[in-house]
């Protein structure tokens, strides 16, 4: 086995995080750093890592000298922390490594474009209510049962399997599940063969009608979800009907009751910022989403059409190369699905360090944007004021976008404020 001290280069990242909480709870000396804890030491994930027994330092601070540091693609070779390092792991080797190390009964691995966050948390939830001890590893906070995206047990180990880096191609689960197939971090010609190559390997395949068709064309049998025509939990959004069924297909796969199921499912929390009502009464609600492709932006848009009121959407681009590749396609969206009384408000893109072509801005998105009032503005602060004078006149808002944390708490603030209100 490795190196028993492990040292999270970006410990803050939605993958980089569960993985150290679930090393920190096999019994590993975890440790790491991230350049968003060092802007804000006030970031209430930094005291729950440290009260699970995780130290974290400030970057190049030299905690990973004589660790193995565990880096995503997303950190350069460069970066200060990986020079002390004893040796270098990507994060997705350091994932196989760890099932490696516990040996669960079985591995359920959740793909696709879309919905496999929230899926993967309702396989995980299905399981810990129908008694299977289960480890969970998703890129989403689950309320109740795993806050920071991880879940240790010595059950069946459901895991959320990330496609953007490639790395997806390195497991080989007893249960595949594939959510749905567009166009993303990758071209549509490649997420094709990466998720069939994913299929490929798996023993059992259960897949959506939407990504049905790949694996029919590559000859592999599958077991395709029906979404139900009542819904089984009471979450927004026809997707999570898709995500429901996939879920429960799932459990049965994994020898449990399609009652015990769907009846784990009737009180399920949700994950935290997917479409996740913070506030909500007759005139005014506040929503927090993660939706940042053209495809999840329609999808949350769609879904939010059944408040039945006027939308501001504060929309933050989560990257320099999405935005440049999705410009036409976001413009396209909220065009299509907001109303003239409706309000598009943007913010500057999210900024993760690194080399990035900085020449592309937000302002690319709104060029393309044709119908709904549409403006720019330069930081949160300002997105807030203009969001309170929406709330002030009635209607719903939503915060949206990927990657920073101070989204989830601009849409906290909101609903605070409103709150005190009321």
């Not at 200060?80 to 691995?109: F, Q, Y």
Request: proline letters at 4%; one cysteine or more; a neutral charge.
């Amino acid at each position: 086995m490795f190196n028993k001290k492990l040292y999270f280069v970006g410990i803050g990242g939605s993958g980089m995080m569960p993985l150290a909480l679930l090393y920190a709870s096999a019994g590993f000396e975890v440790s790491g750093s991230d350049r968003s804890f060092d802007k804000d030491p006030s970031d209430e994930r930094l005291s729950l890592l440290k009260q699970n027994g995780i130290s974290v330092f400030r970057e190049g601070q030299g905690g990973s000298v004589g660790a193995c540091a565990v880096v995503s693609t997303a950190i350069e070779s460069s970066h200060p922390d990986i020079a002390g390092a004893l040796s270098i792991e990507h994060r997705s080797l350091a994932l196989k490594n760890l099932l490696k190390e516990l040996r669960p009964s079985e591995t359920i691995m959740v793909a696709g474009s879309s919905g496999k966050t929230t899926t993967t948390a309702m396989i995980g939830w299905i399981l810990e209510r129908c008694g299977y001890d289960p480890l969970i590893y998703l890129g989403g906070e689950l309320n109740g049962i795993a806050p920071l995206g991880a879940r240790f047990g010595r059950g069946i180990a459901v895991l959320e399997i990330d496609e953007s880096d490639g790395s997806i191609e390195k497991f080989s689960p007893d249960i595949g599940v594939l959510t749905s197939i567009s166009e993303d971090h990758k071209p549509l010609n490649e997420i094709e063969l990466l998720f069939s190559n994913f299929m490929s390997k798996s023993k059992k395949r259960i897949v959506s009608k939407n990504a049905e068709y790949l694996l029919r064309k590559n000859g592999l049998n599958c077991e395709t979800a029906d979404e139900f025509a009542i819904p089984v939990s009471g979450l927004l959004g026809g997707f999570n009907r898709v995500n429901e069924a996939l879920a429960v297909r799932t459990a049965m796969c994994a020898g449990i009751t399609e009652a015990c199921a769907k009846n784990a499912l009737k009180d399920f929390p949700g994950v935290a910022r997917r479409l996740q009502i913070l506030f909500r009464d007759s005139q005014r609600a506040v929503i927090d989403d993660f939706a940042h492709n053209p495809e999840k932006v329609a999808a949350s848009l769609l879904a939010l059409r059944k408040l039945e009121m006027r939308l501001m959407v504060i929309f933050q681009p989560h990257g320099y190369g999405p935005t440049k590749m999705h410009a036409k396609g976001f413009g396209k969206v909220f065009s299509e699905m907001l109303l003239d009384k409706d309000r598009l408000v943007m913010l500057p893109i999210f900024d993760a360090g690194g080399t990035a072509d900085r020449s592309v801005k937000s302002e690319m998105i709104i060029e393309n944007v044709k119908g709904p009032d549409c403006i720019s503005v330069k930081d949160k602060d300002e997105a807030y004021s203009k969001g309170i004078e929406f709330l002030n006149a009635g209607g719903a808002l939503v915060v949206m976008g990927a990657r920073d944390h101070g989204l989830k708490k601009l849409a906290l603030k909101f609903a605070r404020k409103i709150k005190l209100e009321v």
